[in-house]
């Protein structure tokens, strides 16, 4: 089954750091960019960073410097590494998948269940 | 990374149409035909149903259909079912290598 599965949320003290995890299975995330989208409670969706299939990365304004997107492409996982959180960084955290053979960043074609951080 | 701006909510009775707004500016909707749209029920994950402005991806309703004009993109969803009552977001490409969404519009099927 093509499916992603986060990890890793949980209650974290401000200033904390605590590590996401996403477990791919059906594909393979080294063939596709990968993203983290994450929504505050009752607010609409924020898009916080990607991987692209070669490695590369990217990170909205608001993680930059505290956020690491990065992958184990032999556990088929990607991972977000967050630190120094604070309360603004309260939300579910969701890995999603770029689709294949698309020009736009923005076409996630596979999300996983989101995983809640509350700081 | 300004949020692109969407109207809060709309609504519509079965079997109308309705449109949802999603206004950027010249340095991401109207200047890249990258826009995608989203599908989110309460307590669910995103679905996917809208990219390239107006195409869609496989097992997407044709009831559901995009356009832009300018600086606006548009989603159009027709013959309004009660399946269809949900929260959308649209989403852009913004250079560079960056994602903005909407604020979200909350459609209420009446």
């Known amino acids: 089954e093509v499916q992603l599965v986060e990890s890793g949320g949980g209650l974290i003290q401000p200033g904390g750091s605590l590590k996401l995890s996403c477990a791919a299975s059906?594909?393979?995330?080294?063939?596709?960019?990968m993203t983290w989208v994450r929504q505050p409670p009752g607010k609409g969706l924020q898009w916080v960073s990607v991987?692209?299939?070669?490695?590369?990365?990217y990170y909205a304004d608001s993680v930059k410097a505290r956020f690491i997107v990065s992958r184990e492409i032999s556990k088929n996982t990607l991972y977000l590494q967050m630190n120094n959180l604070g309360a603004e960084d309260t939300a579910v955290y969701y890995c999603?998948?770029?689709?294949?053979?698309?020009?736009?960043?923005?076409?996630?074609?596979?999300w996983g269940q989101g995983a809640l951080v509350t700081v | 990374q300004s949020a692109l701006t969407q109207p809060a909510s709309v609504s519509g009775s079965p079997g109308q149409s309705i449109t949802i707004s999603c206004t950027g500016t010249?340095?991401?909707?109207?200047?890249?035909?990258?826009v995608s749209w989203y599908q989110q029920h309460p307590g669910k994950a995103p679905k996917f149903i809208m990219y390239g402005v107006n195409k869609r991806p496989s097992g997407i309703s044709d009831r559901f259909s995009g356009s832009k004009s300018g600086n606006t993109a548009s989603l159009t969803i027709s013959g309004l079912q009660a399946e269809d009552e949900a929260d959308y977001y649209c989403?852009?490409?913004?250079?560079?290598?960056?994602?903005?969404f909407g604020g979200g519009t909350k459609l209420t099927v009446l």
């Open positions: 989403c852009s490409y913004v250079p560079s290598n960056m994602v903005v």
């Open positions: 999603a998948r770029g689709k294949g053979n698309s020009p736009g960043l923005g076409d996630f074609d596979l």
């Open positions: 991987i692209f299939g070669g490695g590369a990365t």
């Open positions: 059906g594909f393979t995330i080294g063939n596709n960019y």
């Open positions: 010249s340095s991401d909707v109207g200047n890249y035909d990258l």
